[in-house]
Structures are given as C-alpha cells and as structure tokens.
C-alpha cells in the first residue's frame, strides 16, 4: 500500500501528487484527485465512449452504471454490460488509452499543461469537462470516423486557447446528453481540419470490409449456394465452449462451395445469424442485442472470444492453425486460411472467410460435397463424381 499511496511531498515511497497526469496538466486539483474525482471523470469519459446514444454526465449516472438494481436510466449496468459485450472489453480500453497517448503527446509537445494552454481565462471547475470533451471528440474522430492528426504539432496549436471560442460548457451538476452531444460534435467541427483519414493499408482493408458488409449481404439473396452464415464459433447456450462440429462443418461448406464451378467464389461470415431465434438466443445467453440488417441479425463474436479469454490475434491465430490442420485438401485449407479475417461493423466483430474454386474439385475428409442452394451435400454417386470432374477441364 505505501508505493501506491498519493503523497504530497517527494518521498522514498508512494505517488507525488504533483506529478499525477491530472494535476501536472491541471485538469484537476490535488485535493480532488484525493477525493478520487479523476476516476469520476474516467468513468464519465467511458461511458461516452461506450453507450449510443451518449448518455447524460452526472453522479446518479455514475451510479446507475454499478447498480445491481434494474434501472431505466441511459447508463443502467444493463445497457453497459450489454454494449461492452457488443464492442468488447479490450477494444474500450484500447480506445481509450490510444486517445489519452495521443492527448499526453500532444501536451508533452508544448511543455505547458492542458490547463493553461486550452484556457487563457482561468476556470478550475470547468477544466474537468473542458478535457472530457476534448477526449470524446477525439476518440470519435480516432476511432469513429477511422482519422489520425496530420501532425501533433498542427493538433497542439489547434488546442492552444481553444476554449476562448464561443462554445459554452456547464461547470458542475449532471451535464445533459443532448449539450452534451451538441458540444461535442461542435469540437470535432473544429478539430476535423487537423485530422486526415488513415492511410494504414490493412485499417483501410478493414474499413472497406465493413462497408463492402452490407452489399454482401444483399447479394446472399440471389447467390445462395455460395453464402453461408454463421452466429458465432461457440455453442448458443455456452459462448465459452468452441464447437468443434460447427466450424468443421463450416469447412465442409467451404469444398462444396469451390466445387461449384471454374471460378467460383464463396463467403462466410461468422458472427451473423440469418435466424431470429438464434439472434434472440444469443441475447438470451449473453446479453449482446443484435442489429437488424434486411432479414439478418449480427451478432458478433467480441463476447465469444472474451469468454474464451483469447485475444482477437491469439482467436485469429488458432483459427488459421486449426484449417489448415483440417480435413481439408492442404493446398486448399492453406488459401482458405489465408481469407480469413477479422473486421469491425458497426461495433460488432465479425469475420470473413472467401472459400475459392481451384483447378480441380476439392475434398473435405476424402469426399467430395457440392451446394444444392443453401444446402450441402455429399457426392457419392460414381456417376455424379465423374460429372462434377468434368465441371473442371484440365
């Protein structure tokens, strides 16, 4: 207890108040900083960055997200339990700590602190929300619209004297959602200019996934046999329990789909359920709502991997192992492996795997299975096999 004790003079032990980020950037005092208002203000910065839409700021709020009682207020325990089974745990807190690097590179840029910079007519009791908007606009534009500043230096005279504009901001009490928002999206307005979109090849992979989603979807419509769906990787009643024979059949799914034609090219999305009683069930089971998308349900897999305490990457990692140690033809399961990759739609993590025709037909555990519509089916008829050979000339 003595190294994590705050401590107002320079000691052989404990935290130096004085250095503590909110202090040294004098967004809060050290008397508030004892009276743990910086984790009031964390919390209020999360919940913005978690629930849709932004929920109102204030300390019935804070308490309402801790409840064990049923509430209707925007920031019940149930609605934050149920976004952050949507966005998942480590996606918030890595939004939230690349946000606050961004915001201590930034200042650390200037040497002068975020007080004091931002604010040439000095209000104590306004700075705390002076920062809190600052970061959820930031975040918005970080993460929400996929941007990152052009410069931190262009970011850091953008924020010098920023709250001498003509934006007003209220000092204490509950901060409503709708000023809120409104101020909010006022800060982006002025912050957008020094921001860009990312550049990075595989975030704008990611980026063009997800808009390419929805037309995806659409096409299953017409193109049933090379479509297929999936709710997630685990058991509807036990999101913590991988089933094996889904996924396999899964892979089965992905030969019948190769062996359809010259050319041919199928899809997969995991983490989409084409049935409301699956999507229903998954809400059941986890608490994670689904999005209505034409006559489809996603679901996402956030809260499956988060029960299997797997890391997207670690998730990503042994899904590749595990096809291309299948019951598939090597070369194939190798390419088909090579398709899989994860995206984010709209909060929720799905995946997609593109099963492609190759130059001859493809087995799954030495037989050979084609799609009916959205049915698959084993080819076992010698005379069926010799027609589906003869579908690929050599």
């Not at 088909?336 to 795997?353: H, V």
Request: overall charge negative.
């Amino acid at each position: 207890m003595p190294r994590i004790s705050i401590v107002d003079e320079k000691l052989d032990y404990g935290i130096y108040d004085a250095e503590i980020f909110w202090v040294k950037q004098g967004i809060l005092s050290r008397d508030a900083v004892r009276e743990s208002r910086d984790e009031e203000l964390v919390l209020d910065i999360l919940l913005d960055l978690i629930l849709r839409p932004m929920a109102s700021s204030g300390s019935d709020y804070r308490n309402a997200a801790y409840s064990s009682e049923k509430s209707t207020a925007s920031t019940s325990s149930t609605a934050v339990r149920t976004r952050l089974l949507t966005i998942g745990q480590g996606e918030v807190e890595r939004r939230f700590m690349e946000t606050l690097d961004l915001m201590k590179e930034t200042l650390d840029s200037v040497g002068v602190p975020y007080a004091t910079w931002t604010v040439s007519q000095q209000n104590p009791r306004g700075v705390p929300r002076y920062f809190h908007a600052h970061f959820v606009a930031i975040a918005q534009l970080m993460h929400d619209e996929n941007m990152a500043p052009k410069s931190v230096k262009e970011l850091s005279q953008a924020l010098k004297n920023f709250w001498d504009k003509d934006l007003s901001i209220p000092g204490g009490g509950n901060w409503g959602s709708e000023r809120k928002s409104a101020l909010i999206n006022a800060v982006k307005g002025y912050l957008q200019p020094y921001f860009e979109p990312v550049t990075d090849q595989h975030r704008v992979q990611l980026q063009e996934q997800a808009l390419r989603f929805e037309s995806t979807l659409r096409m299953a419509l017409t193109e049933e046999s090379l479509f297929e769906l999936k709710q997630g990787f685990c058991k509807l009643d036990d999101p913590k329990n991988f089933d094996a024979d889904s996924f396999d059949k899964i892979l089965k799914i992905s030969s019948a789909m190769a062996n359809t034609r010259p050319g041919a090219k199928g899809v997969i999305f995991i983490g989409v359920a084409d049935d409301r009683a699956d999507a229903e069930a998954v809400k059941r089971f986890t608490g994670v709502e689904h999005r209505r998308l034409d006559r489809f349900y996603v679901t996402g897999t956030q809260h499956e991997i988060d029960a299997m305490g797997r890391s997207i990457d670690e998730h990503f990692r042994w899904l590749v192992d595990r096809i291309k140690n299948s019951k598939l033809e090597t070369a194939f399961a190798n390419r088909l492996a090579a398709s899989l990759i994860p995206f984010r739609y709209k909060d929720y993590l799905l995946w997609k795997m593109e099963p492609e025709a190759a130059g001859s037909p493809v087995t799954y555990d030495g037989k050979f299975f084609v799609r009916r519509g959205p049915n698959t089916d084993q080819v076992s008829d010698p005379t069926a096999v010799i027609e589906l050979v003869r579908r690929f000339p050599t």
